[in-house]
C-alpha cells in the first residue's frame, strides 16, 4: 500500500472512498467493498486532528488498510490549513490530486471549513460518478433500537468495555477487530521472578484504550500468534500507580524486545486487584489462564 499526505497527486485512474475513517467498521467496509469492485487502484482518505483520542492511531489504521487492499492512503491532517479550507477548495483540489474514475461516500460524508462541504458538491467537481450510499445499520440490542455503524458508537462500546459489540461492529475476516499495536519495551522484569513474564508495551498518548482491567485474548507477534492475558492499568500489587499495557502471552517464550506486536483484547476478566503478595497474584494469574484456555476451546 502507498502512503501519502494529502497534497501528494496520484495520477494514476482510480476509485477514491471518501470519510474520516478512523479504522473500518462494518459501514466503511461497504463502501470500500464497492470500490473494490471497479477493478480500479483504491485510493481511501483517513483524517487525524481531530478532537479527543482515537480507535486506532496512525500506524495501525495502515496496518488495517493494507490489510483490507487498499491501494494508496491519502492522509489529512486537520492540525495544518486543511481546517479552514473552503469546502468547493478541497473539492477542486481532489480533483486535481486525482484521476478519479468514481468515487464512494457515505450520505452524512461532510468536508471544508465548518463542514459545509456535501456529496452533492462533490458531484459538480469531481466530473464522474459519485456514488453516495445510505447509511448502513443494527440492532444495537438496546430496546431492541437501530444504530448506524459510527467511529463514535465503536468508541462509546470500547469506552464502556463492551468489546464484544464493538468487535461485532469492527469484524468482518481474519484481521478485524479492535487492537492495540506498540513496541515492546523493556519494563522491571517482575513478572519473570515468579513465571509470568510479560510483554510491556509502549502505547501511542494519542490511543484509546479500554477501561482497565485485566482481559484474554490474543497477541500477534513476528514469532506468531499467541493467547494472551493482558493488564492494561495499574500494578497495586507492587505500589506501581502508572497506567500501562503488558500482556503475557501463554505458550510463547524467547525475546521480543523493540519488536512491534499487536494485542487484541476480546474478553474482560476482572478488575485490577490488590494481591497481599507476589504469591497470591500468581495463583490468580494461574485461574487467569485456565480461563483463557477454556475460552480458547
Same mark, same amino acid.
Given at each position: 500500500?502507498? $502512503?501519502? #499526505? ?16 478512523? %479504522? ?20 481511501? $482518505?483517513?483524517?487525524? /486532528? ?29 492540525? %495544518? ?35 459545509? /462541504?456535501? #456529496?452533492?458538491?462533490?458531484? $459538480? ?10 447509511? @448502513?445499520?443494527?440492532?444495537?440490542? +438496546? ?40 513496541? @515492546? ?7 519473570? $521472578? ?18 482497565? %482491567? ?12 499467541? #493467547? ?17 499495557? +503488558? &500482556? ?22 476482572? %478488575? ?5 503478595? &507476589? ?19
Amino acid at each position: 500500500m502507498l $502512503t501519502l #499526505p494529502f497534497g501528494t497527486p496520484y495520477p494514476s485512474p482510480c476509485a477514491l472512498v471518501l470519510g474520516g475513517f478512523d %479504522g473500518l467498521h462494518l459501514g466503511h467496509r461497504r463502501l470500500l467493498s464497492a470500490a473494490q469492485r471497479s477493478g480500479l487502484p483504491v485510493v481511501l $482518505t483517513t483524517v487525524f /486532528g481531530g478532537k479527543g483520542k482515537v480507535l486506532f492511531t496512525r500506524e495501525e489504521r495502515r496496518e488495517i488498510f493494507s490489510r483490507a487492499g487498499v491501494s494508496v492512503l491519502s492522509e489529512l491532517d486537520l492540525a %495544518g490549513e486543511l481546517r479552514k479550507m473552503p469546502a468547493e477548495t478541497f473539492a477542486r483540489t481532489l480533483s486535481s490530486l486525482f484521476d478519479v474514475r468514481e468515487a464512494h461516500c457515505g450520505e452524512d460524508f461532510r468536508f471544508g471549513k465548518d463542514a459545509l /462541504g456535501t #456529496p452533492e458538491l462533490l458531484k $459538480t467537481y469531481l466530473h464522474c460518478p459519485v456514488t453516495v450510499h445510505r447509511t @448502513v445499520k443494527y440492532l444495537s440490542g +438496546e430496546s431492541g433500537r437501530a444504530r448506524k455503524f459510527s467511529a463514535s458508537a465503536c468508541k462509546k462500546y470500547l469506552a464502556a468495555g463492551e468489546l464484544s459489540r464493538l468487535n461485532a461492529c469492527l469484524c468482518e475476516g481474519a484481521s478485524g477487530g479492535y487492537f492495540v499495536q506498540g513496541r @515492546v519495551e523493556h519494563g522491571r522484569a517482575v513478572g519473570r $521472578t515468579y513465571g509470568f513474564p510479560t510483554l510491556n508495551l509502549s502505547v501511542a498518548p494519542e490511543k484509546l484504550l479500554p477501561p482497565d %482491567g485485566v482481559y484474554g485474548g490474543l497477541c500477534e507477534t513476528p514469532k506468531g500468534t499467541f #493467547p494472551c492475558i493482558i493488564n492494561i492499568g495499574a500494578r497495586p500489587t507492587f505500589r506501581v500507580e502508572e497506567r500501562k499495557l +503488558e &500482556a503475557y502471552l501463554d505458550g510463547f517464550s524467547g525475546d521480543l524486545y523493540g519488536e512491534t506486536v499487536r494485542v487484541f483484547p476480546t474478553a474482560f476478566f476482572r %478488575g485490577i486487584e490488590a494481591f497481599s503478595s &507476589a504469591e497470591e497474584l500468581k495463583k490468580q494469574l494461574e485461574k487467569d489462564i485456565e480461563t483463557l484456555r477454556e475460552n480458547e476451546r
